[in-house]
């Protein structure tokens, strides 16, 4: 099955209801460039979301060691859980009054949260 989506002005698509019903999807997509395209994945209830990687890799970037990086990623991996359940609560609310969301300023605020 194929279809086309209009991309509007603040980057957002939306999917085909046949699309969304098939693949019985949720609240959150995870997002990757694998081969040049752009992946939409739907990531369920049951489905880990699981950042560790990214965040040890950043804070080896950072040359955190030792207890120093064990707690840097415990307050990491803490505030990414909290941001993706202010990310579906903001999602509810925003289907429950119809506005349109502004996903990348949203983004912006949770990562400069903690700076």
């Known amino acids: 099955m194929e279809k086309y ?4 002005g603040k980057r957002q698509v939306t999917i085909p209801k046949d699309f969304f019903e098939q693949l019985d999807m949720g609240t959150i997509l995870r997002a990757y460039i694998e081969d040049g395209r752009l992946v939409l ?9 699981d950042f560790s990687q990214e965040i040890i890799n950043d804070l080896a970037d950072k040359g955190l060691t030792g207890e120093e990086l064990k707690r ?7 505030g990414i859980l909290a941001a993706i359940k202010e990310l579906v609560a903001e999602a509810r609310r925003e289907a429950l009054d119809g506005s ?3 996903g990348d300023a949203f983004m912006e605020e949770l990562i400069n949260r903690d700076e």
């Open 5 to 8: 989506v209009r991309i509007t």
């Open 100 to 102: 349109e969301p502004d």
């Open 41 to 49: 994945e739907p990531v369920r209830a049951e489905d880990p979301i």
């Open 72 to 78: 840097e990623f415990a307050r990491r991996r803490e």
